[in-house]
């Protein structure tokens, strides 16, 4: 069975400071995984994802993630947060054809920005 | 806007009344989702249907909960009997999932439901 865990329920940063948030993952295979955003009364936004393609991921706003298969993690960064990057983020394990299984959500990071 | 689409966007019913959502996904996308999400948690998983076909129900949908797709494209989601523990916000999301990569899966704005 597939899994994700998120280590943070909330992390806070300031302005203009990194961002890191951490994502572990459970798998018998190479997972794809995915990142999804959702702000305050907006629907969810895919971000990035891993399909085992490059290791480095880059995807929308600044963010990128890496996928480390000795460390099981898909950890989110961004070198300098914004304030309109203040939301829940959510690592992901899509379903899949062969397997069919469902989509599979973390438990959510809520970022929150100190000015 | 050839997005996910989902109907209505918020409803307001009385305890007991039942209540129905529809949600018209990406055009080819074959396979269609149904999550629900309280405040301050994410998506628990409801239900997913492989074009027609129901493959899996959560243990979260009750006998009170059914959902349909019956020709492959529109879904929709009927709870009976509502309780104010329904209240959520119900979210849709379809995706086109083949054997060569796994897709995102795009997401509708919801249906934010209120039991009182």
């Known amino acids: 069975a597939q899994s994700v865990t998120q280590l943070d329920s909330h992390v806070s940063v300031s302005e203009g400071t990194p961002v890191l948030l951490r994502c572990n993952y459970s798998s018998s295979y190479s997972p794809s995984l995915f990142w999804y955003v959702q702000h305050p009364n907006k629907g969810l936004q895919l971000l990035l994802k891993y399909t085992s393609a490059a290791t480095l991921v880059k995807g929308i706003n600044g963010f990128e993630a890496e996928f480390k298969k000795s460390e099981t993690s898909f950890h989110l960064t961004k070198p300098s947060a914004h304030m309109s990057d203040a939301a829940e983020y959510f690592c992901v394990v899509p379903g899949t054809y062969s397997s069919a299984s469902k989509i599979i959500f973390g438990s959510g990071t809520r970022l929150s920005i100190r000015p | 806007d050839t997005g996910v689409s989902q109907d209505p966007r918020h409803k307001i019913t009385k305890r007991g009344q039942n209540v129905t959502f529809r949600c018209d996904p990406i055009?080819?996308?074959?396979?269609l989702y149904w999550y629900r999400q309280t405040l301050g948690q994410g998506p628990e998983f409801l239900t997913y249907?492989?074009?027609?076909?129901?493959?899996?129900k959560s243990r979260l949908l009750s006998d009170r909960f059914s959902a349909e797709r019956p020709k492959g494209s529109f879904s929709t989601l009927e709870i009976q009997r509502t309780e104010q523990g329904d209240s959520a916000m119900y979210l849709c999301?379809?995706?086109?999932?083949?054997?060569?990569?796994?897709?995102?899966?795009?997401f509708g704005q919801g249906t934010r439901l209120t039991v009182v």
């Open positions: 055009s080819e996308h074959n396979r």
């Open positions: 249907f492989q074009n027609e076909a129901q493959l899996e």
């Open positions: 999301a379809s995706s086109l999932t083949g054997q060569a990569q796994n897709t995102e899966a795009f």
